[in-house]
């Protein structure tokens, strides 16, 4: 009877590897079978969804959120000091005679940049195609968001008014306009060479 035991935990175990397999088996055969489009739109919500997930934790915000927004406010603070502008920087604020902006959660940048990324990274080609735009995009978007906070350092300071406009319509609609357009062009450029090296083999 002590022998038997052992053989049914084993008979058991071994249906469940079975049951597993099978299980995952078919899960890849179902999602080869999908269509390329459809592997990019989930790929691209899951990466979403996971970066989201990572965004709002206060893991995220402590360790991440609050030092990227005090660099960034030091890198629009040395790009208006650079063009004669006497600002001074503390942590997320930007202060100076006539004006005072804070970089706040949403004017990062880091939600876009993490759209194009995503979209990039889960784009049907090789990486060799993929590593070129996930660079230029991340240096171009980063770039652009010390230009557009400085941007809204200077209307504060001289157009008061229509700092709210600057900072919704024109900075963050812009600003995803510009990452669309980057997207279009990377996946422009890299089916072209993805398409050159297939000829060429």
Known sequence: MAKKGPKKKIIKGKHKQQKTSNTSTLFTKYWQEKSPVFKFIAGFFGCILAFYALYYSTWFEVNFKVPILAIQAMAGGALLNLFGYSVSVANEVISG????????????????????????????????????????????????????IAGLYLTQKYYPEAFDFMHIQGGLYLYSIITILLMLIWADWALKNYKKERLAA
């Not at 804070?102 to 990324?117: N, S």
């Open 97 to 148: 005679a006539g004006a005072t902006v804070k970089i706040a959660g949403g004017c990062d940048g880091l939600e876009a940049t993490a759209l194009f990324l995503a979209a990039i990274l889960v784009f049907p080609l090789p990486f060799k195609f993929k590593w070129p735009g996930l660079l230029a995009g991340f240096i171009v978007l980063s770039l652009l968001n010390v230009f557009r």
